[in-house]
């Protein structure tokens, strides 16, 4: 394993520390509370599959964990750090290390991939071009896309090219952390297991700590280390996916003791 | 922890024949993105190796990325022969997960020559002219044929639809298109009653606002501003409609997207441009009067009778009878860059402004062929 090979602080711990640790959050739009005391951690190389109904706030924690949204109360320690006491360029230094992976890749539709891919490095790090050229030429060899992918734009793609070149974007500056909403929907299960499969290898080679909101059985029970599943505005439970399969809440029990989800075991 | 407080110099070393028969490089320091600059070109000057077997010793490296491990990566493709690895297999496992080549893409098309681009862009404005023109006379045809073709429970015409796209386009423009028109009638008089007063002949301001306003003015500004207003809000409507393959949706459960969403639209112009131009004109010649009365001392019931006798019938239905036919123009050619829109946002914002540029430049053109047919015929 080369894992916390990239970790930008060197030696900053090995596996087993957390990466992101959010306590005691609570997030709400005017009276309806949609997260509520809500405690959560992403231990440093793992891969953790979130799951949970729709409607309960998935989306919105991994927003608010982002900074997207705007949170009630709580705290949220980002690879050691509380955004809330850090100075505009510790912010922008912290950014640096987190990859985005949007549901619907959110590949700016104007530049084509070469370039979006580019655009961190451009904004970030003072790079000649021929050697930027390269880099995402490299990224775009990682994610698995064919060379000729580079000077296409998002319109020209398919679904699962365009989450392969977004996961490529996300990765443009190897950041530690990658967030990944719902990397393998929209992709028929050849791809979703490809991509399953590329992101454990990107997280052996590169040593990346991934967060993914997932509903895809499959991801949970091939690539996922830990799972942690949301409900009643908090996290019911979060463990091995032995642990999903022994717990007694019945919603859990059906998501991942259901009809579906019982034939991936006994395949398994 | 900004990127210049982490960042350490990175450095390598060749330590000539101190491994057995080859080179032993001494990797140290930090490689990353911020340092792959300075090591790019540091590696570059090292040159190819030598063949023989090398040793990279990475036992000083601090940390390492993928920008790093893959100049690093390239650096060793020059090596002929085997390379050992010393130090941590951290570092050697990251270098060795990354692609030996990048492979290029294939089939990557040469400059055209200068002729060729120089003139592919007339002969593409020329299609395109072209393939409007089709476009725009398909769209006005299936909106009258859609419009019969929906055969459910309702009738042809969808009357709410219409009333609805009246009031967007007509009811609510009233306020910008009355000011508008005032202020332009207003600027007309003055500067007309300016000119002429050295000629001792300022009541045929009247006649010079009411004609000019009745004939052209007013049908024509009212055109533009809704061109600008409507016809790019059909543009951007039907437009991302089309991104979001709602066109297709409606397609496929039997309907004409035109039938349904021109048609309606359609109407609703060509009713409404009529009623605007007759409150511009109104406007217009409000705002005459009064600065004809303010400042050339023109009373308003004078105003009143020398218009009465400046201005006949075929002066106002001069005007008049070009409304609708600029209100079908607008519409279509905005229909026609809505449904030209791609996948992209961009798109949609150059066919907005496409839209715009094209509808009010055919406007004018159309206001141009009906001064010479009016000439022509002494109406």
């Avoid at chain 1, 709580?74 to 290390?97: F, H, Q, S």
């Avoid at chain 2, 010793?57 to 893959?70: L, N, V």
């Avoid at chain 2, 003139?119 to 909106?143: C, H, K, N, Q, R």
């Avoid at chain 2, 009906?370 to 022509?376: E, H, K, T």
Wanted: hydrophobic letters at 50%; a negative charge; proline letters at 3%.
């Amino acid at each position: 394993m080369v894992q916390a090979v990239i970790g930008k602080q060197a030696d900053a711990g090995g596996k087993g520390q957390a990466v992101l640790s959010v306590r005691d959050l609570t997030v709400g739009f005017g009276e309806n509370i949609v997260l509520d005391n809500l405690n959560l951690e992403v231990l440093r190389g793992e891969i953790l599959g979130f799951v949970g109904a729709s409607g309960t706030g998935k989306s919105v924690l991994m927003r608010t964990v982002l900074r997207l949204l705007t949170k009630r109360s709580g705290t949220i320690e980002i690879l050691g750090a509380d955004y809330d006491k850090m100075g505009e360029a510790e912010r922008v230094a912290l950014d640096m290390r987190l990859g985005v992976l949007f549901q619907h890749g959110a590949l700016f539709s104007a530049l084509t991939v070469r370039e979006n891919i580019q655009v961190p490095m451009r904004e970030y790090l003072d790079l000649p071009q021929d050697l930027m050229d390269e880099l995402a030429r490299l990224k775009i060899e990682l994610v698995g896309l064919a060379p000729e992918a580079a000077e296409k734009y998002p319109s020209e793609l398919s679904g699962g090219m365009i989450k392969r070149a977004a996961l490529a974007r996300a990765l443009a500056l190897d950041p530690d952390l990658v967030f990944l909403d719902e990397p393998t929907s929209g992709l028929d299960p050849i791809g979703a297991a490809e991509f399953d499969e590329l992101i454990a290898k990107l997280r052996d080679t590169l040593g990346l700590t991934v967060y993914m909101v997932t509903h895809d059985l499959d991801s949970l029970f091939s690539v996922c280390d830990r799972i942690a599943v949301l409900g009643k505005k908090r996290v019911l439970v979060e463990g091995t996916i032995e642990d999903m399969l022994a717990c007694d809440d019945p919603w859990v029990k059906s998501y991942f003791r259901g009809k579906r989800a019982r034939s991936i075991v006994r395949e398994a | 922890m900004t990127p210049a407080q982490t960042e350490t110099a990175a450095d390598v070393v060749v330590d000539e024949g101190a491994a057995g028969n080859g080179r032993r490089y001494v990797f140290s320091g930090d490689w990353r993105h911020e340092t792959a600059e300075a090591m790019s070109a540091k590696l570059k000057r090292l040159g190819k190796p030598a063949g023989g077997q090398s040793e990279f010793d990475f036992s000083g490296i601090t940390a390492m990325d993928t920008a790093g491990a893959w100049i690093i990566r390239r650096f060793m493709n020059g090596t002929a022969d085997e390379v050992r690895f010393a130090g941590s297999d951290r570092y050697a496992e990251l270098i060795l997960a990354l692609p030996k080549q990048l492979r290029s893409p294939e089939g990557e098309t040469a400059r055209a020559p200068l002729f060729q681009r120089l003139f592919a862009p007339v002969g593409e404005l020329t299609v395109s002219i072209w393939t409007d023109t089709v476009a725009a006379m398909y769209i006005l045809g299936s909106a009258v044929r859609g419009a019969q073709m929906k055969l459910g429970r309702h009738a042809g015409v969808s009357p709410a639809a219409i009333v609805h796209q009246i009031d967007r386009m007509g009811v609510m423009a009233t306020p910008i298109i009355t000011l508008m028109s005032f202020l332009i009638g207003a600027i007309i008089a003055q500067q007309g009653a300016f000119q002429l007063r050295s000629f001792g002949a300022e009541i045929f301001v009247v006649d010079l606002v009411g004609i000019l306003q009745l004939r052209e003015i007013g049908v024509l500004l009212t055109a533009i501003m809704i061109a600008g207003r409507s016809g790019s809000a059909i543009t951007a409507e039907i437009g991302s409609m089309k991104m979001r393959e709602e066109v297709d949706a409606l397609k496929v459960m039997g309907l004409s997207p035109i039938g349904v969403l021109v048609f309606p639209r359609l109407v609703a112009l060509t009713i409404v441009l009529p009623l605007l131009t007759i409150i511009a004109n109104f406007a217009a010649l409000a705002g005459a009067a009064m600065v004809a009365w303010a400042y050339s001392g023109i009373t308003i019931p004078t105003f009143l009778a020398r218009l009465q006798e400046a201005v006949d019938f075929s002066s106002v239905a001069a005007g008049m009878i070009k409304a609708p036919f600029m209100a079908l123009i607008i519409g279509v050619v905005a229909a026609v860059e809505g449904l030209k829109v791609g996948g992209s946002a961009e798109s949609l914002g150059r066919r907005v402004t496409s839209s715009v540029v094209k509808s009010i430049f055919v406007v004018i053109l159309i206001d141009g062929l009906f001064a010479i047919f009016y000439a022509a015929i002494d109406f």
